[in-house]
T-cell receptor
Framework: GAVVSQHPSRVICKSGTSVKIECRSL??????MFWYRQFPKQSLMLMAT?????????EQGVEKDKFLINHASLTLSTLTVTSAHPEDSSFYIC??????????????FGSGTQLSVL | RKEVEQDPGPFNVPEGATVAFNCTYS??????FFWYRQDCRKEPKLLMS???SGNEDGRFTAQLNRASQYISLLIRDSKLSDSATYLC?????????????FGKGTRLSVIA
């Protein structure tokens, strides 16, 4: 099946640094990518939706200037956590869709990135 | 009220037991329903879609009650490998880019 590659899988960084997470669709063109965040023992919370070539749509409460999303091509979306702080420590995961709903079989997840900010 | 609510868990059951998870959703416009499985620090993986008529896949049976906005998952003959967190997931299409809304998940531990 289709594969979404996400890396790095784990990042440990100092407070104040920026971290970039990449999400690539390896064998399909992802028209839409979603970025989720998951804190321990919590559900996946949607942060933003990005469409290739346009600005991302952020969910309420998510700072667009802090979480920069770039979806410059149909196979790559990046999430940059700028000036990371300990409260940003979380599990970040992307998902990509190759086509419109309702076919859930066309929604694929990256393997996630565990971010730890010291 | 949260969009998707699940049994809090954790469920600790012996091998071979039957276990049932429940889930309710708040948006009556929701159209697609799924159960995902998530292992610790891993990505969610689709277990099965849920249809109004109910559907079964081996030891797993899913039910949907639209009137009550209720979804269930039944696991029969539990295996050790079933230990994971089970996520109830709902989609409410308002455009072509509708994401999935995840419940908090219910943790299952199957014990030998």
């Amino acid at each position: 099946g289709a594969v979404v590659s996400q890396h790095p899988s784990r990042v440990i960084c100092k407070s104040g640094t920026s971290v970039k997470i990449e999400c690539r669709s390896l064998d399909f063109q992802a028209t839409t990518m979603f970025w989720y965040r998951q804190f321990p023992k919590q559900s996946l919370m949607l942060m933003a939706t990005s469409n290739e070539g346009s600005k991302a749509t952020y969910e309420q409460g998510v700072e667009k200037d802090k979480f920069l999303i770039n979806h410059a091509s149909l196979t790559l979306s990046t999430l940059t956590v700028t000036s990371a702080h300990p409260e940003d420590s979380s599990f970040y995961i992307c998902s990509a869709r190759a086509g419109p709903l309702p076919s859930n079989e066309k929604l694929f997840f990256g393997s996630g990135t565990q971010l730890s900010v010291l | 009220r949260k969009e998707v609510e699940q049994d809090p868990g954790p469920f600790n059951v012996p091998e071979g037991a039957t276990v049932a998870f429940n889930c309710t959703y708040s948006n009556s416009a929701s159209q697609s329903f799924f159960w995902y499985r998530q292992d610790c620090r891993k990505e969610p993986k689709l277990l099965m879609s849920v249809y109004s008529s109910g559907n079964e896949d081996g030891r797993f049976t899913a039910q949907l009650n639209r009137a009550s906005q209720y979804i269930s998952l039944l696991i029969r003959d539990s295996k050790l490998s079933d230990s994971a967190t089970y996520l109830c997931v709902v989609s409410t299409p308002s455009s072509g880019n509708t994401p999935l809304v995840f419940g908090k998940g219910t943790r299952l531990s199957v014990i030998a």
